[in-house]
């Protein structure tokens, strides 16, 4: 979700009031210029300002076992590598050479900007905050009473093929080996969740039975809502999947909506990769080192949702972005009936594709969900969201 306005002002009196002295202070990214500065860290320079001032903040109160930098310069060696996979010679040069350095820095500043999370990625909690988050997705695809897109991110890691047994738990269902986290997002690709980091063979339905999220969701904390997921999930009273085999026009038109909701998934994970190089390969890992893996995966997901607020306008090579993985693939004849009711009535109600003269009184925002989605007259059921204008 994207913060409320007065989260983001309170963020900011926060960072005036402690960090009062060192706010919007001169830095050493006040050496480039803003193309270059674009160049070197693919965010922009108000975006990095923010950034920095945050982490000022926070990193004071760290004891720092390199204190020959500053924390500035810090942060400038992490945001480089985050951006390139690897530290640029400009860099390099600002800084000294610092070679394995960067890495012991780049790990502390990760830790700093993943703590960052608890303000920078919030799963909307209030009913009105829930409502509202629905209500978009609804304008986008017709599926109502959805909180996010739910899908399983796999990033490339390097692992010893000499320990074998190791390096099997890595093999993810496409063949190589990766890390693999839980992310959650909204209609508007900002990650509403991040979390888990395990090894690449680890199924996407094992990962939400075993999540923070999943379970709260299915112990029905979170109210009546869906996330939407791919075939690689079980269908459940939460977890929306597609329907494997449609059988007629309704179904199809709902995998359809489907298609276009969760696809946002796979852009958001798409333009994190191209803006972060360093995600499409995050070095070594055993099993015992995903600790750093994983900050480094909540880190970027705190700089994506702060670039998106920002604006920053996404990395130029728009280029390819790679399919979303395509998960364990599984039969429908083991889906739990009561799930199965809840999505067949939700297409019934949302997709049905007979002509209905059933016209429900129209009232307040429902009818406004029916003509801007452009959905048949079948949404007099009370699953519609009302939101307030
Ligand atoms: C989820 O899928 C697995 C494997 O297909 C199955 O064994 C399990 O019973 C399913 N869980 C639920 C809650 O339906
Ligand atoms: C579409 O097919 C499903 C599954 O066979 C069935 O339950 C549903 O009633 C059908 N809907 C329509 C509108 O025919
Ligand atoms: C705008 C843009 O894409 N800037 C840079 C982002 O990082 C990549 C990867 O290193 C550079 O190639 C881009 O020039």
């Given at each position: 979700m994207s913060f409320a306005l007065p989260v983001w002002l309170a963020v900011q009196e926060e960072l005036l009031g402690n960090g009062g002295a060192d706010f919007g202070a001169p830095s050493c990214f006040d050496e480039f210029d803003d193309e270059a500065l674009f160049q070197v860290f693919n965010l922009s320079r108000p975006c990095i300002s923010f950034i920095l001032d945050a982490a000022r903040i926070r990193m004071k109160t760290l004891a720092l076992k390199n204190p020959t930098l500053s924390v500035d310069e810090m942060v400038m060696v992490a945001l480089n590598y985050y951006a390139h996979g690897v530290s640029s010679p400009c860099v390099l040069q600002r800084v000294g050479q610092c070679q394995t350095d960067c890495l012991a820095i780049m790990s502390t500043v990760s830790g700093v900007i993943a703590g960052m999370s608890d303000q920078f990625i919030s799963f909307p909690l209030t009913h009105e905050a829930k409502k509202k988050v629905a209500f978009k997705t609804e304008k986008l695809c017709r599926i109502p009473n959805v909180l996010g897109v739910l899908g399983a991110a796999h990033f490339k890691i390097r692992a010893s093929p000499y320990e074998t047994d190791t390096f099997r738990g890595f093999v993810n269902t496409l063949g190589y080996t990766s890390v693999v986290s839980q992310i959650i997002c909204d209609s508007d690709g900002n990650i509403l969740s991040v979390e888990k980091c395990c090894v690449g063979s680890t199924f996407e339905q094992e990962l939400w039975e075993s999540s923070f999220k999943g379970r709260e969701m299915e112990e029905e904390i979170h109210g009546p809502f869906w996330v939407i997921a791919g075939k690689g999930y079980n269908l459940s009273k939460h977890v929306l999947t597609p329907v494997a085999e449609p059988a007629n026009d309704s179904e199809t038109s709902f995998n359809e909506a489907h298609t276009k909701i969760h696809d946002v998934m796979r852009t958001t994970l798409g333009s994190m990769k191209r803006r972060f190089r360093c995600l499409n390969q995050l070095g070594f890992a055993q099993e015992n080192s995903l600790a750093k893996k994983s900050n480094i995966i909540k880190a970027?997901?705190?700089?994506?949702?702060?670039?998106?607020?920002?604006?920053?306008?996404?990395?130029?090579?728009?280029?390819?972005?790679?399919?979303?993985?395509?998960?364990?693939?599984?039969?429908?004849?083991?889906?739990?009936?009561?799930?199965?009711?809840?999505?067949?009535?939700?297409?019934?109600?949302?997709?049905?594709?007979?002509?209905?003269?059933?016209?429900?009184?129209?009232?307040?925002?429902?009818?406004?969900?029916?003509?801007?989605a452009g959905v048949l007259s079948v949404s007099g059921s009370k699953e519609v969201v009302n939101v307030d204008p």
């Open positions: 970027c997901s705190v700089l994506h949702n702060i670039a998106k607020k920002f604006s920053v306008p996404p990395p130029s090579d728009a280029g390819q972005i790679e399919p979303l993985h395509p998960g364990k693939q599984r039969a429908e004849p083991d889906i739990n009936p009561e799930a199965l009711k809840a999505r067949q009535k939700l297409i019934v109600a949302n997709f049905l594709k007979v002509s209905s003269t059933r016209n429900p009184p129209s009232k307040g925002i429902a009818e406004e969900v029916v003509s801007v």
